[in-house]
């Protein structure tokens, strides 16, 4: 039930996105323009989504790790994938206090799962086999693909108010029939905004999705619920220091690796810490 209506809101929200572009589309850039559009943001994305493992771990300073060097974290890692039916996946370590663990890669067979010097400072193993099982489901659930779609979609509307914004201030493109001053400003203001609003609920209904499906494979919902309330009070006293490197990997992390004062909570990438803990203790039986 609950990866049902998980997958459910991630598609209507995917549907409410494309529909958005072709409004957007419609208005500023006609046929041609939301051509153009999908073709640089299909081009941009595309590389990001190949190149996603290989980015993130280069962000992070993360560097791979065997069984030699970590044989329980492999031990772990091998049972629960084991568990779910996938490849072992490469795990790397990123030489960071602040707690976090994030999965990427562009599928089972080539993913990776990298986590912080911090989080296995903090975590026991229970509970550090809970966010194992998270970031597992990520991959399992072709998170990485679901992300890097909405990504590309989000960035078509930034293309397409590119394109009426250069046509507007040189001239082309302005027959009757082309969208008014007005309709590019309200466009260019409301556009970006609601495709990000979209884009922040589309990877908060995939991390409740991990949620679920991490605590089904371990059978212990509320290790992971443990292991959130730890990495959140832990990483407010230790925030990763954001970055133009950091930023990116940051929507990947199992928790907001930031402080997260000043993030208004409707762009915000990950969902309410204490909401998803009361879930999880929903999942064992347990009401909090």
Known sequence: MHRLRNGLKTAVLLGGLSALILLVGQVLGGTVGLLLAAVVALGLNGVSYFYSDRLAIRAMRAEEIGPNRAPRLHAIVAELAATKGMPMPRLYLSPTDSPNAFATGR?????????????????????????????LSHVGNRDILISSVAAGLASMVMILVNIAQLGALFGFGGDEDGPSFFEIILMAVLGPVAAGLIQAAISRSREYAADASGAEATGDPLALASALDKI??????RPLPESSETAPVSSL????????????????????????????????????
């Open 253 to 288: 992390m199992i928790a907001n690796p930031f402080s997260g004062k000043t993030m208004m909570r409707l762009f915000s990438t990950h969902p309410d810490t204490r909401d998803r803990i009361a879930r999880l203790h929903s999942m064992s039986g347990e009401q909090r």
């Open 232 to 237: 959140e009070r832990v990483a407010q006293g």
């Open 107 to 135: 599928n089972p067979s080539n993913a990776a799962v990298c986590v912080t010097s911090g989080i296995l400072e903090i975590l026991d193993e229970r509970e550090l086999r809970g966010v194992l099982g998270h970031e």
